[in-house]
């Protein structure tokens, strides 16, 4: 049985401390897509990790994590959080493993994406410059290097001859500057990866579902950064729904059980693209302050609005989402009034759907107004002691959305999850 965690709006949900708070009930914990434009925060005791690769299930001992071949895999980035989780005393070469057919991200697959970028002048789509889209171009391309090829002796030859492509794309751009640091780098690090346990990692997890054990498949960045579903093009490049567990663990669809969906009580994004409940004015400034939200990858303010809950009927929708998680709820503590989308406008006419380009048309955003509970809501252990408020906030979520909130985060530490 596979169960799946994953964001619904875009990204930045707060996943790390949730896969790592439902780790303990399973045996494998999987990344299935994405690379290091992730940054899955966790709080171990009062040291704050950031993840970009490693599932966030590496902190407990007992269970086995996999990269899946979904996953595009950075080794420069990958030594480095393993130093990360080593100091905090985890051995991580005795559970982590990666999927042979894992594709490695290049120096140069590094250097295309910031010439491809600084092409787009200000139509820009605030990648986060780390090679994601590159890579993912090269494998759909059939030209990308993997895992398994770092066993092979000619591969420092396969790497040059890739090499030499990727340069005539960079002159193209009219890109000339030097990575040979990058590549040392590189070179460094793959010896580094060479030393993990590789594996075939279809293989390797069917065998384990074959044993009774329960997989949970971690998502990275969220459902409305989807290649296919998102905000194209203003999107990620890979299938964040649930449907890429299927292609980026190598698990058939019926595997799948539980779709557990993570939304934050109010709405965040980063970089360019449409955002329709999103605040310029001082409650925007609060939540982003108060709910300290600049990127874990990189640093970036996020925009902040309200919830939308136009986006999330359409995510829980092709997600197929089972239940709710809604983190950073007691950000929410200081306001007096909430709102909450519940409809669209798009040129004018009542059509709550999500578009086909939201860029390309004019949508306002129709609220619902629910008053704030104006309490300190972290130090709350159970639901039915939740103010009043606040439960009417979950109600109408629920009652709009169709799918119930069954957790609620209200607060960074491992142990601040309340059982709704």
């Known amino acids: 049985m596979v169960d799946v965690i994953l964001g619904l709006q875009w990204g930045d949900e707060g996943k790390g401390k949730i896969v790592d708070f439902f780790a303990k009930d399973y045996d494998l914990i999987a990344r299935f897509q994405g690379g290091p434009n992730a940054g899955h925060t966790l709080y171990v005791g009062d040291k704050k990790v950031v993840l970009h690769q490693i599932p966030s299930g590496i902190f407990h001992e007992e269970k086995t994590n996999l990269i899946g071949n979904g996953v595009v895999l950075d080794a420069v980035t990958l030594r480095k959080e393993c130093d ?11 559970n982590l493993y990666i999927s042979e057919r894992t594709h490695l991200i290049l120096p140069t697959h590094r250097a295309l994406d910031k010439a491809s970028e600084q092409s787009k002048g200000e139509e820009k789509i605030g990648s986060t ?5 590159p890579t993912y171009m090269d494998k759909t391309g059939r030209n990308g290097l993997r895992v398994g090829d770092l066993l092979d002796k000619n591969f420092t030859t396969q790497y040059i001859k890739l090499r030499l492509k990727h340069q005539r794309l960079l002159d193209n751009f009219g890109f000339h500057e030097d990575i040979t640091a990058w590549e040392e780098e590189f070179f460094e690090a793959v010896e580094f990866l060479r030393t993990f346990k590789i594996v075939n990692g279809e293989y390797f997890l069917n065998e384990k579902l074959a044993l009774g ?39 058939a669809p019926q595997k799948i059980k539980e779709v557990i969906g993570i939304t934050k009580a109010y709405c965040t994004r ?51 989402v089972t239940q709710l998680v809604m983190t950073k709820a007691d950000i929410l503590d200081g306001l007096d009034e909430l709102k909450v989308c519940n409809g669209y406008k798009i040129d004018g006419e009542e059509k709550n759907f999500i578009p086909f380009q939201m860029n390309k048309v004019n949508i306002e955003p129709q609220y619902q107004s629910l008053e704030g509970w104006k309490t300190d809501i972290s130090a709350i252990s159970n639901f039915e002691s939740m103010p009043p408020a606040m439960k009417t906030y979950i109600d109408y979520l629920n009652n709009l959305i169709k799918v119930p909130v069954k957790y609620i985060s209200n607060g960074p530490g491992r142990e601040q999850i309340v059982v709704v």
Do not use: H
Request: aromatic share 8%.
């Open 213 to 251: 054990q329960r997989v949970l498949a971690e998502g990275a960045q969220g459902s409305m950064l989807d290649v296919d579903f998102g905000t194209f093009p203003f999107v990620t490049s890979s299938n964040t729904i649930t449907a890429g567990v299927c292609s980026g663990l190598g698990v």
């Open 270 to 320: 980063v970089g360019g693209g449409p955002f329709p409940t999103e605040l310029l004015d001082e409650t925007g400034d609060y939540l982003r302050n108060a709910g300290n939200e600049f990127g874990s990858t990189t640093g970036r303010p996020r925009r902040c609005g309200w919830i939308d809950g136009i986006a999330l009927q359409f995510a829980c929708m092709i997600n197929g």
């Open 84 to 94: 990360a989780v080593a100091a905090l005393g985890v051995n991580y070469k005795k």
């Open 129 to 133: 410059l780390k090679g994601i889209g």
